[in-house]
């Protein structure tokens, strides 16, 4: 049996990357109408993360805001006047929503991507059992298929030898680490939709987005009222590496995601199957030893971090039984 302590505040975050547009709309929807938010038992406040970025509708101004949440940046009271935008704004988000001890008790980050990922939902812990509950209770009652993204252990020092069996070159860059927005909460979910473009609005994904945002809240609800969770199993795709795309001697793109692999997120890639087609046609084969999950395939926005796509394995974790702490 696991206990947490009841839930008094919950932030819903739209627009940390400003060209994710359902989060963005949805937020800004909910500023203007708090009520539909509003459950009896906790305070939901909602809030545009990246302001500056939204106008424009770029991913971000200076920097990624969402490897922004470090301690180093923390530190600063006043980080200084040369510092990126979204240094000054990681600062100042986490000195509202998550400053000593005062942290909010839950923060629902929404974000799309271009690709297949479908109503994907990222945990960065297999230890949190309340975040895995409400996870679980997603799966359960959304009427969705959410795959489970978890990215523990996510770190740069990453040995090479995994993705040089990939046959191509591959680095973890801990990109969905401590630093991110909803590291700063005591619980944290990112609830990340697609396939859609960069700046564009899809109904069904904005639909989609919403009741996620509910389902959640239903439970956070329960749980306060006292709802006893039974223990659970949780099917969890755990990040194993980054693969990067074949590159040139001069660091550009020598090959594309195969036609057999694009949009096959969450599909086995199997070893000998077509991972890349070069630019003068030829097929490149994954090489591994093993079966791998791909997910966050051929990325727009991850070009820039040399990403092509991110290795996972399927795992089934235990999730504890849990209550709300009575004292």
């Known amino acids: 049996m696991s206990t947490a302590r009841v839930v008094r505040r919950v932030a819903v975050f739209g627009g940390t990357h400003g060209n994710e547009m359902s989060g963005v709309y949805l937020v800004k929807r909910w500023l203007q109408n708090q009520e539909a938010i509003t459950r009896p038992s906790f305070l939901t406040v909602p809030c545009i993360a990246n302001p500056r970025a ?19 940046h923390f530190s600063m ?18 000195k509202k929503f998550g400053a000593k001890g005062e942290a909010f008790d839950v923060i629902i980050d929404l974000h799309n991507t271009t690709s297949n990922m479908g109503n994907c939902l990222i945990i960065g812990s297999s230890m949190d059992s309340f975040t895995l509950q409400m996870v679980k209770y997603l799966v359960q009652r959304s009427g969705l298929v959410c795959p489970v993204f978890l990215t523990e252990n996510t770190v740069p020092q990453l040995e090479m030898a995994d993705s040089k069996r990939l046959g191509v070159h591959g680095i973890n860059n801990g990109h969905y680490g401590p630093s991110c927005l909803r590291s700063v909460s005591r619980h944290g979910l990112c609830l990340e939709l697609g396939a859609q473009p960069q700046g564009v609005l ?26 006893v969770f039974p223990p659970e199993t949780l099917e969890v795709y755990r990040i194993l590496h980054v693969v990067d795309y074949p590159r040139n001697n001069d660091n550009d793109l020598s090959a594309m995601v195969h036609p057999e692999l694009q949009d096959k997120d969450w599909h086995p890639l199997k070893p000998g199957d077509p991972m890349f087609l070069t630019l003068d046609g ?3 084969k994954y090489e591994g030893d093993s079966t791998v999950y791909p997910a966050f395939i051929n990325e727009a ?26 004292k």
Request: charged letters at 30%.
């Open 54 to 72: 939204v106008e424009r509708c770029r991913r971000y101004i200076d920097v990624d805001l969402n490897r922004q949440f470090t301690q180093e």
């Open 77 to 94: 009271d006043f980080p200084p006047s040369t510092a990126p935008y979204e240094v000054h704004r990681a600062v100042e988000l986490n």
């Open 202 to 227: 899809l109904a069904d994904i904005y639909l989609r987005h919403e009741r996620l945002v509910h389902t959640c809240l239903d439970f956070i609800h329960k749980f306060n009222q006292g709802e």
């Open 282 to 284: 030829e097929t490149i």
């Open 301 to 326: 926005a991850y070009y820039e971090k040399g990403i092509a796509f991110w290795a996972t394995q399927k795992e089934t974790l235990n999730v504890t039984e849990l209550q709300v702490k009575t």
